[in-house]
């Protein structure tokens, strides 16, 4: 083929592989590492003559899984390049393969090798036999880590391997080194790719391994440890297949908004969001409300397909759907006179999501029935036969509240893990829109080219110029006293017009109400929500109302230890939505803010005792760049344990998946696990014994969650 090309073609391809070679040793011939110069929003740093562009993954036109149909990604894993199709997980930092013995029927008998089933295998997304590899180092059996407060437990064989994305003929970047997660139980009937950039600590003996994405954020395949995603849809006119995009996001896949959210401190819950409104529409009624408690924040996981929600929302779904629950499987299976009856129905559920501690400014996410319309099969949650069902499930405690992969059919995600937030867009369904990768590069390399933001708050030393002038500022703080009264009159009255506005929408609506289609969500739809906020409440810049702030954020901080909050977004105030978390009064009646309310809440469940928090420094003008944040109060509260002198803010930590199990040497010595649903899989129950030692390594573990 090569004479065919002629000289100059040669020479480039020649250029290429050579320019490969010296990128990516060995195998990934075919993958050209490419660099950008151009990088729109963002003032590359003095030296820098280029980043990596950012790296779209190739989705496969497969829709997989036994809890809904899923768009995969393919991935090449180790050196006989064992090609398996498999999820995102936003949760998990690593990447989880299915192990062949996933697949053999009776897996207490491994020399049984005709018991493979390759139907299995199929539905699987492919097995990974792991003797197939020459470069595989095993590490041993550890628990998956995640998702485990769900119920979904199980244990891996892990070790590393290289791990390539994309398939042959369509390579992307390849990692030579990384960890793998070998798993069977059906909890996780698919395999993923970790988009989380915490590191794992396998063992306290062994130091902590990089995560994926830090591997490739090192090698320098990517531009910055960063993610857009979105699930994609089955049920569009049009299949719209998912999209994943490391290292920077797909632009024409959203409907722009300027919303920003922060992450939350605990690494294992840091996408949450909270919901200001969640309604839905039928065909016979509008803006019925479903959101039956207002204290509701919900993490943001790829790896779980449904929507986990209090029980109160739960029951509100059922009371409005007529949906019915299933105790077996804790699912609500849709049967065919329910699923006409929705149909009928054609309910649209609209997500209003914010973030109150930042801003006040929110983002609707407004969800078809079909996209609830999801088929579960045999063996997922114990069911014989194939099911309709409503994704929808019962979430008992707050830190099991989640809007899972549904929810990322109709919402792009879009996460910056380096700089600390992300932010969520509508999809734009706009039919054969070019992709358009926008970069998001890290801060090693450049600095956002917005304006450079207002420091929060006042430094010391303006403080005392202002205590100087002290009638001056009397006057600043009787006019700040005033206004923030304006302020919240002003508010109930613009509430009050808007609930009028609506209702008067509404009552206009229900007037022709021949219109069949509930979703009023046209494939250009304008920016929902995200301006409200911001009209509403005209940005002051009152001093005085910066100090109420800055006392704000001090008080997060001295909850966190650190400045979290200060993360960028400080153009817009903090505003409290009245009557919105009920919880947050705390002993002394100081007022909390959602954030502390959440960090609290964190601790409570987490069995870590909140008070006796340290002071952190009240004044930190720049929050310290952390891949996992951690704050001092965390490392003391453990201290029993740990030595404070030897954690530093840098210190790579929190090993979450994958931790504490003893390393054996084949499956049948597994250290068991019972998950809590009682819910187990055949391959599982023949890992399982009854109780074990290791299952109190449970709980005592979670309170160290914040331990290195
Ligand atoms: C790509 O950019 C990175 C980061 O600036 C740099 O280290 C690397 O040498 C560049 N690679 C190429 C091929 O220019
Ligand atoms: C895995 O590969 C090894 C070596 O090729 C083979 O002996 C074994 O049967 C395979 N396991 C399965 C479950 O296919
Ligand atoms: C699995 O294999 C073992 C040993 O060959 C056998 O004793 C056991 O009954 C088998 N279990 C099942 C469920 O077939
Ligand atoms: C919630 O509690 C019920 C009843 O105790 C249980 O069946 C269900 O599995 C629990 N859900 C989760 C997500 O833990
Ligand atoms: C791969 O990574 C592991 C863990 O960091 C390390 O122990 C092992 O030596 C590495 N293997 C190679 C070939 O670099
Ligand atoms: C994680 O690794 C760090 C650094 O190697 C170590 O100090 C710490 O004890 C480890 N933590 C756990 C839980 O294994
Ligand atoms: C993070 O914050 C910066 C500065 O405010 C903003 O420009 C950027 O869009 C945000 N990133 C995400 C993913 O929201
Ligand atoms: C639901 O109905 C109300 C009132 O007609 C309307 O304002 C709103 O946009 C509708 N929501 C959706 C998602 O169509």
């Known amino acids: ?10 020479l480039t391809t020649t250029y290429a592989l050579f320019a490969a070679a010296l990128v990516l040793p060995s195998r990934a011939a075919d993958y050209v590492q490419k660099n ?12 820098v003559a280029s980043v990596p562009a950012p790296v779209a993954v190739a989705p496969d036109q497969d829709w997989m899984g036994i809890d809904g149909a899923w768009n995969t990604f393919s991935l090449l894993v180790g050196d006989a390049h064992a090609n398996v199709r498999v999820l995102a997980s936003t949760a998990s930092q690593q990447i989880w393969v299915i192990s062949c013995l996933a697949c053999v029927a009776n897996v207490t008998d491994p020399g049984s090798q005709h018991a493979f089933s390759p139907e299995c295998a199929d539905s699987r997304g492919h097995t990974y036999n792991t003797s197939d590899s020459d470069t595989w180092l095993q590490n041993g059996y550890y628990q998956l880590w995640i998702e485990k407060n769900l119920g979904l437990v199980g244990n891996g064989l892990y070790g590393f391997d290289s791990v390539g994305l994309g398939q042959e003929g369509e390579k992307g970047p390849y990692v030579q080194n990384t960890t793998i997660g070998t798993v069977i139980t059906a909890n996780f009937w698919l395999g993923h790719i970790g988009l989380h950039p915490k590191p794992t600590n396998f063992s306290a003996f062994q130091d902590p391994i990089p995560s994926y994405m830090t591997n490739l954020f090192e090698q320098k395949s990517i531009p ?34 300027d919303l920003t959210f922060v992450l939350a401190p605990d690494n294992e819950r840091d996408l949450v969001v909270g919901v200001a409104g969640l309604t839905a529409n039928t065909t016979t ?13 919900m993490y943001i996981d790829s790896t779980i397909a449904e929507l986990y929600l209090p029980i109160e929302i739960c029951a509100a779904f ?27 129905q054609n309910p649209c559920v609209t997500f209003t999501l914010g973030q109150k501690y930042s801003t006040d400014a929110t983002v609707q996410i407004t969800l078809p029935y079909a996209a609830f319309d999801l088929e579960a099969s045999p063996p997922y949650r114990g069911l014989q036969e194939k099911s309709r069902y409503f994704p929808i ?35 734009d369904w706009t039919f054969g829109k070019p992709i358009e990768l926008l970069p998001i590069i890290s801060p090693q390399y450049a600095l956002s080219s917005y304006t450079p933001r207002k420091k929060r708050g006042l430094s010391s030393t303006a403080i005392i110029g202002i205590a100087v002038g002290g009638g001056f500022l009397f006057a600043l703080l009787m006019s700040a006293v005033a206004w923030w009264f304006w302020h919240r009159r002003h508010h109930r009255k613009l509430e009050a017009m808007k609930a009028q506005y609506e209702a008067d929408v509404a009552a206009a609506a229900a007037s022709k109400k021949d219109k069949p289609d509930t979703c009023d969500v046209p494939p ?36 966190d230890g650190m400045a979290v909050v200060e993360v960028e977004n400080t153009e817009r105030q903090i505003y409290e939505m009245p009557g919105d978390m009920p919880e947050r009064q705390e ?108 299952e109190s390594t449970d709980t005592s573990r979670r309170r160290f969650s914040y331990e290195s």
Do not use: C
Not at 36 to 47: A, D, Q, S, Y
Not at 399 to 414: M, P
């Open 1 to 10: 083929m090569l004479p065919a090309r002629g000289r100059r073609g040669f």
């Open 36 to 47: 950008i110069t151009n990088t729109p929003g963002f003032r590359l740093l003095p030296g």
């Open 224 to 257: 910055s440890l960063s993610f857009g995603y979105t699930a994609g849809a089955q049920y569009h006119d049009q299949t719209v297949l998912g999209s994943l995009t490391l290292g920077g996001y797909d632009a024409s896949r959203i409907i722009r908004n």
């Open 285 to 297: 009624a509008q803006n019925i409300n479903l959101l039956k408690r207002n204290d509701v924040t």
């Open 318 to 344: 059922e009371n409005t759907f007529g949906l019915k629950y299933d105790k077996d499987t804790d699912l609500y299976l849709v049967d065919d006179a329910l699923h006409q009856s929705l149909l009928t």
């Open 393 to 427: 499930r019962r979430g008992n405690a707050s830190n099991e509240w989640i809007l899972g992969r549904t929810f990322l059919q109709e919402a792009y995600l879009t996460v910056d893990w380096e700089r600390q937030n992300f932010s969520l867009s509508a999809i």
């Open 524 to 559: 250009m739809s304008p920016i929902r929500g995200s301006r409200e906020g911001r009209t509403v409440f005209p940005k002051a810049e009152l001093p005085a109302d910066s100090a109420v702030h800055h006392e704000m954020s001090s008080g997060a901080k001295e909850k």
């Open 587 to 694: 002993a002394g009646g100081r007022q909390l803010s959602e954030k502390e309310t959440m960090v609290v809440r964190e601790r409570l469940y987490n069995g870590v005792d909140p008070t006796g928090t340290p002071n952190g420094s009240p004044i930190v003008q720049e929050p310290p760049r952390r891949l996992v944040p951690i704050s001092p109060s965390e490392v003391s509260m453990v201290s029993g344990r740990l030595a404070t002198s030897n954690v530093s803010p840098i210190t790579p930590r929190t090993p979450r998946n994958g931790a504490f199990l003893e390393a054996t040497d084949t499956f049948f010595q597994l250290p068991p696990y019972r998950p809590r649903d009682g819910r187990r899989t055949e391959a599982e129950e023949d890992f399982l014994s009854p109780v074990s030692p290791m």
